[in-house]
Every structure is written in structure tokens, then in C-alpha cells.
């Protein structure tokens, strides 16, 4: 279970006459993610999509606010006042403040994190790439856990496998395609088993067509993993709707300035689903509608 509270972002930025000003990127976002969901959030650029996943991620401290993950904190927000910066100091003499998740027991490979550029290491070739996220995992790991070397690379080759790209194992990532990289992104996400995977407009930079192959390569795996019984949960950052209403449990749409949760859509149609159904396209522009609105600030009758 993820559970954001009243999350809340706001970045200093000095303006051009040099005046310092604030811009809420995340604001008042509250959720509440049972297991195993698949959610999107959906939304023009600029509305704090990305921001909201870093700060679910634990990359990015919010301003305001709590999230919690199974019950355990991620980050906490950093300090604002004087009294509460003497306060945190105090608490986190000894680290960096923005490493005080460090100290939390939260086990840190429950959450993978797939990028829109494909962040796989370049010097790397595909195996050793999610070999190395193994590793990561393994060297956690104590005594009879640990896995030897050949498990770490059959377990490498079973999610390259799965992925549909252990044909191309020992290429380097400038040899694959975007398709075949951003599977090798998502089989290193998935080789480490984890809870949830968080993920920023994964299929935005490939075409139309690889897209929608990886779109069912991603339901089909989240269909089959299991960790503990559960299927992984999956939150998505994207601005494609018909994606959005084809793999989602819930839909939450974004509105920018300030990025705030616009609307709540559930998705119920029933998997496997059709991109086109007449269910999913009644879905897909009632969320149109809403976008049509916010632009024009008037409703469209024409849709
Ligand atoms: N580090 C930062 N400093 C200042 N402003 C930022 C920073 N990161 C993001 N922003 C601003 O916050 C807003 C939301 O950004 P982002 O979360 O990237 O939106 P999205 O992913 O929905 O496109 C944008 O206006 C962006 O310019
Ligand atoms: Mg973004």
C-alpha cells in the first residue's frame, strides 16, 4: 500500500529581475495506492508528474507532506522554519540531511525505477547491466541468501529472456534499438524483483508501434510476476491518454499550475482489453473532455 498525504512541493526560483520567488510544482496531492495496481498519472507537461514520482521514489524530499510505503516512512519533508532546520540538524548530525531515508529499515530494492531516456549504463552490455542491479541486491543479502555468480547470471538471463531480448545479451545499449533498450531497462527493473516499479513516460521516446508491443509486454509480465502472491504494483507517468485507460486500474489526471490531482478515474474494463473498445473510448474522452476544458476553461459539447 503506498499512501501519499497532502505531498507538496515548491521549488526557489529567482525570477529575471532577480527576486526570489517560489513555484509550487506539487501541491495537496494526497493518494492512496492498494497493492498491486496498475495507476497512471496523466497530464500535460509541467504539472509536477515527474516530481511526484521522484518524491514517491524517495529521490526528492517534499516540501510538505508524507509518504508511506507498506506502513514505513520514505523521506521526511526537509525543514522549512529556523527552529525546525536547528531541530533536524541536531537529528541528522552526522549525514546529509537528504539521506536521512538511510536510517529507516525499509529494505531499498522494493522500489525500481524505469527513466524515459533509458537509463541504462552505456559501458555496459545488456547482461552485465542487469547483472549488476543483481549484485546490488545480492551483496544485501546474508549467508545461504546470497547467490553465487552463475546463479546471479542465469537469474540475468531468465529476465533478459522474459523480456525478449536474451538473444542480444552481450550487446553494448548504443547496438540495441530504443524498443529493445527500454525492455532491458524494464528486465533490470524486474530482475530484482521488486514491489513496485515507478515509471516516467517509459515508451514517450519509441514509436507508435513498438510502443504498443511494449504495453503488452508490460501487462503480460505484471500479469505473471508474483512477489509473494501479490502482483507488482506499477504507477506510470504519462501524457499518451489511450496508454493511460489501456493499462490502468485508475487514471489520476494532473492539472498543472500548481500540479495538482485534477481527477480520479477508475478503469474497470475488464483485462485482456482492447485499445479501442467502446468502454476504454468513452474513458479516453471523457479525460479529453477535461483536458478541453482546463484549456478553453468551458466545457466542449462536441465531443
Ligand atoms: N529542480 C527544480 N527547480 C525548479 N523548478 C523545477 C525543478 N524541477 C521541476 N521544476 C518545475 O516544476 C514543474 C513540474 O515539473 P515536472 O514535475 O517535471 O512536470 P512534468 O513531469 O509533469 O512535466 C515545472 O514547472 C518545472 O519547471
Ligand atoms: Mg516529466
Request: proline fraction near 6%.
Amino acid at each position: 500500500m503506498i499512501e501519499a498525504k497532502s505531498v507538496s512541493k515548491f521549488f526557489p526560483v529567482v525570477n529575471d529581475k532577480g527576486i526570489a520567488e517560489g513555484l509550487t510544482a506539487v501541491l495537496n496531492v494526497s493518494i492512496r495506492i492498494p497493492d498491486g495496481r496498475i495507476v497512471s498519472l496523466l497530464g500535460p507537461s509541467g504539472c509536477g508528474k515527474s516530481t511526484f514520482l521522484e518524491i514517491l521514489a524517495g529521490l526528492q524530499a517534499p516540501t510538505d507532506g508524507t509518504i508511506h510505503i507498506d506502513g514505513r516512512l520514505v523521506l521526511e519533508p526537509l525543514p522549512a522554519t529556523r527552529r525546525e532546520q536547528i531541530a533536524y540538524r541536531r537529528r541528522y548530525r552526522f549525514i546529509s540531511p537528504l539521506a536521512n531515508g538511510v536510517f529507516r529499515d525499509r529494505p531499498k530494492h522494493d522500489i525500481a525505477m524505469i527513466f524515459q531516456d533509458y537509463a541504462v549504463f552505456p559501458w555496459m552490455t545488456a547482461l552485465q547491466n542487469v547483472v549488476f542491479a543483481l549484485n546490488l541486491r545480492n551483496a544485501e543479502r546474508r549467508g545461504a541468501e546470497k547467490l553465487k555468480k552463475r546463479q546471479v547470471e542465469e537469474k540475468a538471463l531468465y529476465y533478459l529472456q522474459k523480456t525478449g531480448i536474451a538473444a542480444s545479451a552481450h550487446k553494448y545499449p548504443s547496438q540495441l534499438s530504443g524498443g529493445m533498450r527500454q525492455r532491458l531497462a524494464l528486465a533490470r527493473a524486474i530482475s530484482v524483483e521488486p514491489k513496485i516499479i515507478l515509471m516516467d513516460e517509459p515508451f514517450a521516446a519509441v514509436d507508435a508501434l513498438t510502443r504498443e508491443k511494449l504495453q503488452d509486454e508490460l501487462l503480460r509480465l505484471w500479469e505473471q510476476t508474483e512477489s509473494g502472491g501479490i502482483p507488482i504494483t506499477i504507477i506510470m507517468v504519462t501524457h499518451d491518454v489511450q496508454e493511460a485507460v489501456y493499462l490502468s486500474d485508475e487514471v489520476i489526471v494532473f492539472s498543472p499550475s500548481p500540479g495538482t490531482i485534477r481527477n480520479r478515474i477508475p478503469v474497470t474494463v475488464k483485462r485482456p482489453r482492447a485499445r479501442t473498445d467502446a468502454e476504454s473510448l468513452e474513458i479516453q474522452d471523457r479525460i479529453l473532455a477535461m483536458f478541453q476544458y482546463d484549456i478553453n476553461q468551458e466545457a466542449d459539447y462536441s465531443i
